[in-house]
């Protein structure tokens, strides 16, 4: 499945329709407590960047299903978004432009 951040691939498409994939993931205690202690010293706090790096594969891979559904070749002008859901748990969504290639 090609993916694609812009509309003009170098083919010729027909517009399937928007793909979404979401996911929300919290932390565990673990994370919680060792991402306070790193508040104090700085840096970059490594269990959340896993955390997020693990929904965002999740979200995408779940965009490309439903591309797949849809019997798409490739998924354009495909972004990320996301947000907080509430204090422990963060949601990722991917979603695009499902097409087929004529």
């Known amino acids: 499945m090609l993916i ?3 509309e003009n691939i170098g083919r010729e498409y027909t ?4 793909v ?3 996911t929300v993931n919290s932390k565990n ?4 407590i060792g991402a306070s202690f790193k508040t104090l010293v700085g840096g970059e706090i490594k269990g959340y960047t896993e955390m997020i790096d693990e929904a965002v594969e999740t979200a995408t891979g779940r965009m490309v299903n439903a591309a ?3 019997g798409a070749d ?3 002008g495909m972004r990320y978004t996301t947000s907080s859901v509430m204090q422990a748990a963060s949601e990722v969504t991917a979603y695009g432009t499902a097409v087929k290639f004529k």
């Open 15 to 18: 517009v399937l329709g928007i």
């Open 74 to 76: 490739a998924i354009i």
């Open 29 to 32: 205690i673990g994370r919680d």
């Open 4 to 6: 694609s951040t812009v």
């Open 20 to 22: 979404r994939g979401t």
């Open 68 to 70: 797949e559904r849809l």
